[in-house]
């Protein structure tokens, strides 16, 4: 199994472990779980993301070379700057979602471990007479997540940079080797909890410094640091599909309503004609809504069950791919694909159970409380 560079500081925080993303031994969770949910809403909260999946593009081509593979534009994009994409089947179908960083001398970029292999060997099959290189890094690499309202304070702090509250989403800061961090670290902003969030990349070997650092300085912010549990409970309210369950080689990305991981003017790239087609001549069948349960729930009661059933008197209308007792709104909620016939919010539904059915109600991503 599979463990990041920061195992062994997780095993000394007294994390609890599990196996997640196919073959990844990853901390589920320090605490317990609400309490690090709120302390991303509230403060701060930092995790490691060191188990996704992490490929560098470099060559005079890699631009142009990306560029006319995946569904959003990559040859106007200039240093600091990234993006987000997907890679398609010819059939529309979402191989992998990419978060795109735009460095001085290379293309950076973060998947899904689901994707990470697949990934590598589809952009890899198009390089034919390219100047285009392309490398796997994850292994050599980690990645630093830091979430929440005081977050930028604390990036701030720790790698000395300035004006983060203004860096677009997906764009980035360079900070080159010194003194106190001797390797490089590119600091990306990624709002995936539905707070202010940075991703922190840099080599493996300085990741444990790095979260230590952030550690130290962060207890000026009340930081703590998070396992993937309450990342998924902030992702799953904030309304964010992530690969293997939202997202899937049977979803075209405007059933998932990634309208913003294509751009619709750029012109060919895999899969283009049927997302168009989809656009401008029909409509998606189903959409990726969420689903809340009627009644208040405490965590232990948490029922829903990715592919659960989700109906609409006795007809099925969809399926639920995630489900989160929610401390935000203290229920349990989900996400799901439903019909296009209960896709407004406050269409009642049920969701199937192992206690049977429970009464729910469609609502627009992200959750509100």
Request: hydrophobic fraction near 40%; aromatic fraction near 6%; glycine fraction near 8%.
């Amino acid at each position: 199994m599979k463990t990041t560079p920061l195992y062994p500081i997780h095993e000394q925080f007294g994390a609890t472990f599990a196996e997640r993303h196919l073959d990844w031994n990853v901390a589920t969770q320090f605490t317990d779980v609400v309490s690090e949910h709120c302390a991303v809403r509230n403060d701060v909260g930092i995790a490691d993301v060191s188990y996704r999946g992490r490929h560098r593009l470099t060559g005079e081509d890699r631009a142009k070379f990306l560029h006319r593979i995946i569904s959003n534009d990559v040859e106007s994009l200039t240093t600091g700057q990234g993006t987000y994409a997907t890679l398609l089947t010819h059939r529309g179908k979402i191989i992998a979602d990419l978060n795109i960083t735009v460095l001085e001398d290379a293309l950076s970029i973060d998947t899904a471990p689901e994707t990470t292999d697949s990934l590598f060997s589809e952009l890899d099959k198009y390089i034919i007479a390219d100047d285009v290189e392309l490398s796997d890094v994850t292994a050599e690499t980690g990645a630093i997540a830091v979430h929440g309202p005081k977050s930028t304070d604390l990036v701030q702090s720790v790698l000395g940079l300035s004006e983060l509250s203004a860096l677009p989403e997906r764009h980035n800061c360079f900070r080159e080797g010194d003194a106190a961090f001797r390797h490089p670290i590119v600091c990306v902003r990624t709002n995936s909890t539905g707070e202010i969030g940075y991703t922190l990349y840099t080599t493996a070997d300085a990741l444990v410094s790095l979260w230590e650092t952030l550690m130290a300085e962060g207890t000026r912010f009340n930081v703590q640091p998070v396992g993937w549990n309450a990342l998924e409970s902030l992702r799953i309210e904030a309304g964010v599909p992530r690969y293997g369950t939202e997202l899937t080689d049977a979803v075209i990305p405007l059933e998932a309503e990634l309208e913003h991981a294509i751009d619709f003017e750029k012109g060919c790239y895999i899969g283009q004609e049927i997302v168009a087609r989809m656009k401008y001549r029909g409509h998606p069948n189903r959409l990726l809504r969420g689903i809340e349960v009627d009644a208040k729930t405490s965590q232990d009661d948490c029922r829903l069950h990715p592919n659960a059933t989700v109906f609409d008197g006795d007809k099925a209308v969809g399926r639920v791919t995630s489900s989160t007792f929610a401390p935000t709104l203290a229920k349990e909620i989900a996400l799901g694909y439903v019909r296009i016939a209960v896709t407004e919010a406050g269409s009642r539904v049920q969701v199937e159970t192992s206690d049977g059915r429970v009464d729910a109600t469609v609502v627009q991503l992200p959750f509100s409380a």
